[in-house]
């Protein structure tokens, strides 16, 4: 083979084997995308991607790949800011946000204890998660989160078991503008009327909620 066909067949190979690295969902995952600064997910969220509570990394195993690669993307464009994830989003390639969102949303989740909206609440953050408060423009959680906030299609993510600081500090988020990337702006009038407090309480509803593997 001449010189310069093994360098061209050499090229084709490493071409090869870099689409296949980049398109390697779990290996983005675990040890992040091809370039420097793609961190690895499990870092954070945890190998079987759980997330970590204490910590507030939220959970991203089962959640729609859809939902999951809007977010990227939105993390890219700066329509949802993150000091941590704007640049680890940025370094990922489009066929490396693809193959992730699919490997995260493929793995094992545990889905929430039912929790029916004929319950009576108990308290005043129960009250808004189920209720709401419409006197105020609030509507319940639950009316688009689904039941138990256990999440609906690709457009609203689920809310039980999520970190209480997670939960929180999007709310805060949401009131403060930093985060506008959902459907409609549903979520900005939403949390500007809620108090401080009440964004704490109802965070901590959610994040208290029982989950329980799938059969």
């Given at each position: 083979?001449?010189?310069?066909?093994?360098?061209?067949?050499?090229?084709?190979?490493?071409?090869?084997?870099?689409?296949?690295?980049?398109?390697?969902?779990?290996?983005?995952?675990?040890?992040?995308?091809?370039?420097?600064?793609?961190?690895?997910?499990?870092?954070?969220?945890?190998a079987?991607?759980?997330g970590?509570?204490?910590?507030?990394?939220?959970?991203?195993?089962?959640?729609?790949?859809?939902?999951?690669?809007?977010?990227?993307?939105d993390?890219?464009?700066?329509?949802?800011?993150?000091?941590?994830?704007?640049?680890?989003?940025?370094?990922?390639?489009?066929?490396?946000?693809?193959?992730?969102?699919?490997?995260?949303?493929?793995?094992?989740?545990?889905?929430?204890?039912?929790?029916?909206?004929?319950?009576?609440?108990?308290?005043?953050?129960?009250?808004?998660?189920?209720?709401?408060?419409?006197?105020?423009?609030?509507?319940?959680?639950?009316?688009?989160?689904?039941?138990?906030?256990?999440?609906?299609?690709?457009?609203?993510?689920?809310?039980?078991?999520?970190?209480?600081?997670?939960?929180?500090?999007?709310?805060?988020?949401?009131?403060?503008?930093?985060?506008?990337?959902?459907?409609?702006?549903?979520?900005?009038?939403?949390?500007?009327?809620l108090?401080?407090?009440?964004?704490?309480?109802?965070?901590?509803?959610?994040?208290?909620?029982?989950?329980?593997?799938?059969?």
């Open positions: 083979m001449r010189p310069l066909q093994r360098t061209l067949v050499g090229s084709a190979l490493f071409f090869l084997l870099g689409s296949a690295h980049a398109l390697d969902g779990s290996k983005i995952f675990t040890e992040g995308g091809a370039q420097p600064a793609a961190m690895a997910c499990v870092a954070c969220h945890g079987d991607g759980g970590v509570a204490a910590a507030g990394f939220p959970r991203l195993a089962g959640l729609p790949a859809a939902y999951l690669r809007k977010q990227l993307e993390f890219k464009r700066g329509s949802r800011d993150n000091p941590v994830m704007r640049p680890l989003a940025i370094a990922l390639t489009d066929a490396e946000v693809q193959a992730l969102s699919q490997t995260i949303a493929a793995m094992p989740a545990a889905a929430p204890v039912p929790v029916y909206r004929s319950e009576m609440p108990t308290n005043a953050a129960q009250k808004l998660a189920l209720q709401g408060a419409w006197e105020r423009q609030i509507p319940a959680c639950v009316s688009c989160h689904g039941p138990a906030g256990s999440g609906v299609g690709d457009t609203f993510p689920p809310l039980a078991g999520q970190p209480a600081g997670y939960l929180a500090a999007q709310l805060i988020a949401w009131q403060n503008g930093t985060r506008h990337n959902d459907v409609n702006d549903l979520m900005g009038p939403i949390a500007k009327s108090t401080a407090q009440e964004a704490q309480d109802v965070a901590q509803y959610f994040a208290s909620l029982s989950l329980e593997v799938k059969p």
